[in-house]
């Protein structure tokens, strides 16, 4: 699967650190979202960018920080995390079209370790 | 609050042996979406479900969607290792703007045995 890619895989953080979550889709899709997964939790979504802009903050704190340059590129920005922010993050791509379905394709997601 | 319950929470089945998870919401949904993830990897679209009544299949799974649009079950015949993985559901709501948001059941973790 190439079609949504995420970097790096695997990422372990202390708590005053500040790192980025890459992800980048080759599906020519106009929205873009991070989502979290936590041990035994459904699925959270964080952040939608449709079109370039951020149409959703599911009341994230503000140690996460996303950016979306353009439609084919997202990105994460953490900085003074918490160990309890350790995750699998996801990202994802759709193509949103008003009063249409909106099929997700996923990345193969970030596992972030806070020490 | 959870609107998309999914149960059950993990199942293992015997190798060659059926099984069934079911994705139930509290509102009548847009589409349904199901999604398969091996533990620590993204997720694999498998399939949607648009309409009250559809049922589509591929190779040995077969998802159904209720008349009311509020329930959902995916059925796995004669089970193999490679259906091992979690199963999750995906649900959009009609409701205004909020196209392209996705909404998650917890997940069932399906182990196959030899």
């Known amino acids: 699967e190439t079609g949504v890619t995420q970097t790096p895989r695997h990422l372990v953080m202390g708590m005053t650190n500040k790192k980025s979550l890459k992800c980048e889709q080759h599906?020519?899709?106009?929205?873009m979202y991070w989502y979290k997964q936590s041990a035994k939790k459904p699925l959270e979504l964080m952040f939608v960018?449709?079109?370039?802009?951020?149409?959703e903050n599911n009341s994230v704190p503000s140690r996460f920080s996303p950016e979306c340059p353009n439609s084919s590129h997202l990105f994460l920005h953490l900085h003074t995390l918490q160990p309890e922010d350790s995750a699998l993050y996801l990202c994802?791509?759709?193509?949103?079209?008003?009063?249409?379905?909106?099929?997700?394709?996923f990345g193969p997601g970030t596992r972030l370790t806070v020490l | 609050s959870q609107e998309l319950e999914q149960s059950p929470q993990s199942l293992i089945v015997q190798e060659g042996k059926n099984l069934t998870i079911n994705c139930t919401s509290s509102?009548?949904?847009?589409?349904l979406y199901w999604y398969k993830q091996k533990y620590g990897e993204g997720l694999i679209f498998l399939m949607m479900?648009?309409?009250?009544?559809e049922e589509k299949s591929h190779e040995k799974i077969t998802a159904k969607l209720d008349e009311k649009k509020q329930q959902s079950s995916l059925h796995i015949t004669a089970s193999q290792p490679s259906h091992a993985g979690i199963y999750l559901c995906?649900?959009?709501?009609?409701?205004?703007?909020?196209?392209?948001?996705?909404?998650f059941g917890a997940g069932t973790q399906v182990v196959v045995t030899p």
């Open positions: 994802a791509s759709s193509q949103v079209r008003a009063s249409s379905y909106n099929e997700q394709f």
């Open positions: 599906l020519g899709h106009n929205a």
């Open positions: 960018y449709n079109f370039k802009e951020q149409t």
């Open positions: 509102k009548t949904l847009y589409g």
């Open positions: 479900l648009q309409k009250g009544g």
């Open positions: 995906g649900a959009d709501f009609p409701r205004g703007d909020s196209w392209g948001k996705l909404q």
